[in-house]
């Protein structure tokens, strides 16, 4: 599993991201604190606080480096 952060600051972003992440058959996680969400449902992002910094949680080693590629503009550096 591999984890990077990234920032979803606009509904925009949001649809943006989650059609770009259901194009892999894999599973990934978005978490906010304490709260861990399934990063492929929308209505479970617009739950989490997207005013800071997400944690996407990579669990298909193949496709890190694709991931990382197709979601470089979300991606911000890690804390």
Known sequence: MKSIYITLNSI???KQFVNTINTYDSEFDLSSGRYIIDAKS???IF?????????????????EE?????LK?????SN
């Open 66 to 70: 694709a991931v990382k590629n197709a």
């Open 73 to 77: 503009e979300f991606i911000v550096p």
């Open 12 to 14: 925009e972003k949001v």
């Open 42 to 44: 929308i209505m479970g």
């Open 47 to 63: 739950s989490l606080d997207l005013s800071a910094p997400l944690r996407l949680d990579i669990y298909n080693d193949d496709y």
